[in-house]
């Protein structure tokens, strides 16, 4: 049988099936900023299997282009239920992690599609003008037949406009117990910090530019009665009823994070989830013994607790001004409180604002109730509950998503289109939000935080939360492996980045008509356009507008 082989440039937000029929149409050119990271791919068919393709990049930007293997990941999961806007509600294989090539080359399956992630870092004083990037692929198996020479040039266009620093704060929960358990490393060792610095490198290279600060064990996803690993940065000593502190973890904690880049600081929960009962897990040296005093069985308004929490807060905050970050630093009370728990909840708030005034004290949760009655200031709510919100004018309005959010509005699970994800960035700009919140940077547990998982083989956190939802980076052998998923919100927000450089130069109403040109109506959360092309265009008409 004759060796059939064939290629074909296409955009990022193609999603490329192995048994599924390619239908994207060729994608050979576009336009970038000046420190814009882009990203294309290259697909290629094989009609059997060719065990070793040689790739070679022929660019004058060659050491500022990365090539990755998208590579497929199983999915029991793929969704609660569906709209039209779907790639598929089986399980099956999708794609998504970005794994680096083998020797510089790649392999290919009998009768299927594969793809070459292609991302070319922009530096920020590039020439500006049309720079071609030559992709080649050459196998030489041992039979003739197999011999194939396959090579495609995408032409990318710097203009002479420079990438805008990020103004949004973003945050995806990082879970550094998930690193620990993972790498099978004790918390807090010198690997583990190792590990940890490359998670958070990998994170604010992405826009995440708020992290997530274990000052105790996070109580999230935990199962009621149950307790995930111990990370608490903060040391604390018990004699008697008298505490003290010691933060020399959480100090270098803060360095890492700066010397990272991180800008903004999220200090972790101070009660329980759904709800506030109950104290997070926190462990003392009490009479030379490290131990357990607060955590499921403390009554969270109780004397006790308030009382550690009195003379805590004080000493927290204390360390967080000697640092220079009190402006920079965000506290939360409880995450996804329900309406029934506002009493519960009002007693947390009345507990612990004595001592965070003049700080910025943020929560997911979707009842405009918890803002209306004062004890939100600064309400997240989800994409699908956002609109009350909207309606009260609040000020530096934040949203977020997870699992519950699959009914017409963006979100990032595998079986979502990369536009339903990319389209975020849009969105952002069009509601005039400050920040955004995600649960799942790397949460590599079963639901509950119950059993650990190989994320490569189980996306779902154990047929709990659809694929993609749970996390954003994978396990590679010493650090992160990116995702499709990863790499498409990045350009969800220099898509933002760029829509709010061409606010200050022709003002906001003019941006936002060119973003709902021809469309007939007006972009909200649960309608806008769903195809890759119009993203594309749509960027590309921003590019145009700020060269001009």
């Known amino acids: 049988m004759e060796t059939e082989f064939n290629t074909r440039l296409l955009s990022s937000l193609s999603k490329v099936f192995g048994k599924r029929e390619l239908k994207d149409e060729a994608h050979c050119a576009g336009t970038a900023l000046q420190g814009e990271i882009y990203s294309f791919q290259l697909a290629y068919y094989s009609n059997k299997i060719l065990k070793k393709i040689s790739v070679e990049v022929d660019s004058d930007l060659k050491d500022n282009i990365k090539l990755r293997e998208a590579a497929l990941a199983p999915s029991d999961l793929p969704c609660y239920n569906f709209d039209d806007n779907y790639l598929s ?46 992709i080649s692929l050459k196998s030489s198996e041992l039979e003739p037949d197999c011999c194939i020479e396959a090579s495609e040039t995408f032409s990318l266009d710097i203009l002479p406009v420079e990438m805008p620093r990020q103004k949004l704060i973003h945050t995806e929960w990082f879970h550094t117990d998930c690193i620990a358990t993972h790498y099978n490393v004790e918390v807090w060792s010198e690997k583990h910090w190792e590990l940890v610095e490359k998670y958070v490198k990998n994170a604010v290279d992405h826009g995440i530019n708020m992290i997530l600060t274990p000052v105790f064990t996070p109580p999230l996803d935990t199962q009621v009665g149950g307790e995930r690993p111990t990370v608490q940065l903060v040391d604390v000593l018990k004699k008697g009823n008298s505490y003290s502190f010691g933060f020399s973890r959480l100090k270098r904690w803060i360095e890492m994070l700066k010397r990272c880049g991180a800008e903004y600081f999220e200090i972790s929960h101070l009660f329980t989830q759904w709800g506030a009962n109950h104290a997070p897990k926190i462990i003392a040296e009490v009479d030379g013994v490290m131990k357990q005093i607060f955590g499921w069985d403390t009554d969270a308004h109780g004397e006790e607790y308030k009382l550690f929490l009195s003379k805590f807060l004080p000493e927290l905050t204390a360390c967080l001004e000697d640092a220079n970050i009190s402006e920079k630093s965000i506290f939360h009370v409880s995450d996804e409180p329900a309406k029934d728990h506002m009493e519960s909840y009002r007693r947390a708030v009345e507990t612990i604002s004595p001592y965070l005034e003049g700080y910025t004290v943020i ?86 935080s119950i059993n650990k998982i190989d994320p490569f083989k189980v996306t779902d956190a154990d047929k709990a939360f659809p694929s993609g939802d749970a996390f954003l980076v994978y396990p590679g052998e010493d650090g992160p492996v990116d995702s499709i998923r990863h790499e498409v919100m990045r350009e969800a927000l220099q898509d933002l980045r760029a829509l709010r450089l061409l606010e200050e130069k022709i003002g906001r109403d003019k941006v936002c008509a060119i973003l709902e040109k021809g469309l007939g109506y007006e972009l909200k959360m649960d309608k806008y356009p769903q195809d890759a092309e119009w993203l594309l265009n749509m960027r590309e008409n921003i590019n145009f507008a700020l060269k001009n």
């Open 363 to 448: 929560d997911a949760l979707s009842k405009v109730e918890f803002y209306d009655s004062g004890l939100v200031k600064k309400p997240v709510p989800a994409n699908n509950h956002i609109e009350p919100f909207m309606d009260r004018n609040i000020e530096g309005l934040w949203t977020y998503y997870c699992c519950s959010q699959w009914d017409k509005v963006p979100n990032r699970f595998f079986a979502m289109p990369s536009a339903r994800n990319r389209i975020m960035g849009a969105l952002l700009y069009k509601y005039d939000l400050s920040g955004f919140l995600h649960w799942g940077f790397n949460f590599w547990y079963s639901q509950y």
């Open 89 to 134: 509600e089986s399980a099956g294989l999708f794609p998504d992690p970005l794994c680096e090539l083998s020797g510089n080359s790649v392999k290919a399956m009998p009768f299927q599609w594969r793809s070459l992630w292609v991302t070319v870092a922009v530096p920020s004083q590039c020439l500006a003008g049309r720079h071609g990037i030559k």
